[in-house]
């Protein structure tokens, strides 16, 4: 099976889980899986791209899906409630109304473009975690990069680690396979340089990966703007967004603490929560969870799926809306906690 074939099967079992967890959360059944409230995680809000290939399509949401998953959690008994206060509300007695917190990650502009609007109009509290080098542009956003730069080239050729090889890039298929063995070697080898190696290949097919992060991604001044809006919060996501866990500790503490110190210094105030990057288990462990700690984070999330329990507040887990499934419906479930149950979780 390939790559798109796996791919679209994954999605197929996801989507029939949720509909599933729906249906029995409808039902009234299995009340208990919900907790005490859900964090989601978002990335972008903006209008619907029409591509045939898009790599990152499920780090996506429209503003109109933003809306309707408000008003159905609104609808669902949900309290909206800023993301530091979880640890004093993780402490309370269980019973309570559930609340969802929202959490975007990396900084694009388009939360300030047209996810802001809706939290607004919703009057709902969100988290936006930036990451220094992507806000600064001294840092490329490999995923973006390649989206652009597979869409483009007609073929590229690339050492991997064994010798330069010829990809070609007649269509999505071909695309989607090569997006798949860069993901790969970027998480495998050094990421620094790994990355470095993917903005010169762009660089060589006339893309300047830094002119894509400064069209997509908040700067100082956005930023600053954003941080005096009523319910807006700005919170850490490191320097270069690397894996943590594969840092020297040393290092992954600096890439901590110097992006709470950027986020203090463009809004004035020191960052209570910080997001690992990526957030998987490979990417994000209990040493990171430490240094957190140390660090005086009273918030720290992953992107792992769960629902968030007293005493985890430096290992957070959260839920994602993702692109692919777009659906009221949905919303509810992720809320339920169900889909976990039905997991095993």
């Given at each position: 099976m390939t790559g798109q074939l796996k791919r679209l099967a994954k999605r197929a079992a996801i989507g029939a889980g949720l509909e599933a967890s729906w249906l029995i959360a409808a039902a009234g059944l299995m009340r208990q899986a919900r907790g005490r409230g859900v964090i989601f995680t978002l990335h972008h809000v903006r209008p619907q791209?029409?591509?045939?290939?898009?790599?990152?399509?499920?780090?996506?949401?429209?503003?109109?899906?933003?809306?309707?998953?408000?008003?159905?959690?609104?609808?669902?008994?949900?309290?909206?409630?800023?993301?530091?206060?979880?640890?004093?509300l993780l402490a309370e007695p269980e019973g309570g109304r559930p609340f969802a917190a929202f959490t975007l990650d990396d900084g694009y502009t388009n939360n300030m473009e047209?996810?802001?609007?809706?939290?607004?109009?919703?009057?709902?509290?969100?988290?936006?975690?930036?990451?220094?080098?992507?806000?600064?542009?001294?840092?490329?956003?490999?995923?973006?990069?390649?989206?652009?730069?597979?869409?483009?080239?007609?073929?590229?050729?690339?050492?991997?680690?064994?010798?330069?090889?010829?990809?070609?890039?007649?269509?999505?298929?071909?695309?989607w396979a090569a997006f798949d063995r860069f993901a790969a070697f970027i998480h495998r080898f050094d990421e620094a340089h790994a990355v470095a190696a993917v903005d010169r290949l762009a660089r060589?097919?006339?893309?300047?990966?830094?002119?894509?992060?400064?069209?997509?991604?908040?700067?100082?001044?956005?930023?600053?703007?954003?941080?005096?809006?009523?319910?807006?919060?700005?919170?850490?996501?490191?320097?270069s967004h690397r894996a943590l866990a594969r840092l020297p500790e040393a290092e992954a503490r600096i890439e901590m603490e110097v992006s709470a110190d950027y986020v203090e210094a463009v809004s004035g105030i020191r960052p209570a929560a910080i997001a690992y990057p990526y957030g998987t288990p490979e990417?994000?462990?209990?040493?990171?969870?430490?240094?957190?700690?140390?660090l005086g984070f009273s918030v720290a999330?992953?992107?792992?799926?769960?629902?968030?329990?007293?005493?985890?507040?430096?290992?957070?887990?959260?839920?994602?809306?993702?692109?692919?499934?777009?659906?009221?419906?949905?919303?509810?479930?992720?809320?339920?906690?169900?889909p976990l149950k039905l997991m095993g979780r």
């Open positions: 791209l029409s591509q045939a290939f898009a790599p990152n399509a499920h780090l996506e949401i429209t503003p109109q899906f933003l809306d309707a998953a408000l008003r159905r959690l609104t609808r669902d008994g949900y309290r909206f409630v800023p993301l530091d206060q979880l640890p004093a047209h996810a802001l609007p809706v939290f607004e109009r919703h009057r709902v509290p969100f988290t936006v975690f930036v990451t220094k080098g992507f806000a600064e542009g001294s840092h490329s956003i490999w995923w973006e990069t390649l989206a652009v730069l597979l869409r483009q080239a007609k073929e590229i050729r690339f050492d991997f680690g064994r010798g330069a090889e010829r990809l070609a890039l007649a269509g999505p298929q071909q695309q060589e097919n006339g893309i300047e990966p830094t002119d894509i992060v400064r069209d997509l991604v908040m700067g100082p001044a956005q930023l600053q703007w954003l941080a005096r809006r009523p319910l807006a919060t700005l919170g850490a996501h490191t320097i990417a994000a462990t209990v040493r990171e969870a430490a240094i957190a700690g140390r999330v992953t992107t792992q799926p769960g629902l968030p329990a007293a005493g985890e507040a430096s290992y957070l887990p959260r839920m994602s809306l993702n692109g692919f499934y777009q659906k009221r419906r949905y919303v509810s479930a992720l809320a339920s906690g169900i």
